[in-house]
């Protein structure tokens, strides 16, 4: 099956600054990659998505790459502010599987 | 956007009590409804993944006796946790997407504390 591995666990940024989650996959046939929030207390809730037929795709601050050869894909948070504090937790779809595998998950603190 | 309603959102009850947790598709039809634990600090953990009028697909080492899953309209799937014991204390999210490889929309969790 899927495996998703995402890094790093914990990231501390100042506030102003990027940060950036990466995350790697190992089945290849994989085309659907969302990115969700995890705020404490609540559920997931997506927050950007890419397909395998686009290399890049950005939302304001939010911006998602897809590296399809190397099977990695990256969140780019720029200019965070504390209210970026969360829980982030990568997945990759494979079309054969129905469900999507998540990453451990990277728990991103902004420092005010 | 896609909301998707869970309730309760806490729940603490007796060892033996069974549990039901609902969770609904508000303003759209949910072909596919997911099941997580998460533990604290940790990542989500799929129980089951329920399409509409069949049965519940369990992940190894689920007990499908132990977590019931209905599934039985496009809007509406509960998981009722039968004969719930201290160790089924966790945060339980579900989930619903309208078709494959479509985006995952959760609810809010419920908390389940046993005593």
């Known amino acids: 099956g899927e495996n998703v591995e995402q890094h790093p666990s914990t990231l501390s940024v100042q506030e102003g600054d990027s940060a950036v989650i990466k995350c790697t996959y190992s089945d290849s046939a994989s085309n659907y990659f969302p990115w969700y929030k995890q705020e404490l207390g609540k559920g997931p809730q997506l927050i950007i998505d890419i397909r395998s037929n686009v290399g890049e795709k950005k939302d304001q601050r939010i911006a998602v790459t897809l590296n399809k050869t190397a099977k990695h894909f990256s969140l780019h948070i720029t200019e965070t502010q504390p209210e970026d504090s969360a829980v982030y937790f990568c997945a990759a779809s494979p079309p054969w599987a129905g469900k999507s595998t998540f990453g451990d998950g990277t728990t991103l603190t902004v420092k005010p | 956007g896609a909301v998707v309603s869970q309730h309760p959102s806490r729940v603490i009850c007796k060892s033996g009590t069974s549990v039901k947790i609902e969770c609904r598709s508000l303003?759209?039809?949910?072909?596919?409804m997911f099941w997580y634990r998460q533990f604290p600090k940790q990542s989500l953990m799929l129980m089951a993944t329920s399409n509409e009028g069949s049965k519940a697909t369990y992940e190894q080492g689920v007990e499908k006796d132990k977590f019931l899953i209905n599934h039985a309209s496009l809007t509406l799937s509960t998981l009722t946790v039968t004969s719930a014991h201290p160790e089924d204390s966790s945060f339980y999210i579900c989930s619903a997407s309208d078709s494959h490889n479509q985006p995952q929309h959760f609810g809010d969790g419920t908390r389940l504390s046993i005593l």
């Open positions: 303003d759209f039809q949910a072909t596919t």
